[in-house]
């Protein structure tokens, strides 16, 4: 399975295959692209990963992430 999301800095992609037990054949990527806001005329990095670099994780990896943003990031945590 094949999956992915872009939004205006972002493209975030998994990629997962049922079948293979081989290191790597799942994995999740953000990878952030150049974005230059409307009304500011500038790229602007964001943290220390600037347009272009991917980070690349495995699923696993993502899950815990996932469990770390709803943790932090709920609505009663906002």
């Known amino acids: 399975m094949n ?6 800095r972002f493209s975030f992609k998994i990629s997962t295959n049922e079948t293979s037990h081989q290191a790597g054949a799942n994995t ?4 952030l692209k150049d974005y230059v806001p409307v009304d500011r005329g500038y790229a602007t990095p964001v943290g220390d990963v ?29």
């Open 50 to 78: 600037t347009p272009g670099q991917t980070v690349t994780m495995t699923v696993k990896e993502a899950k815990a992430f996932q469990l770390f943003l709803n943790q932090y990031l709920s609505p009663s945590n906002g």
């Open 3 to 8: 999956r992915s999301k872009n939004t205006k």
């Open 28 to 31: 999740v990527s953000i990878s």
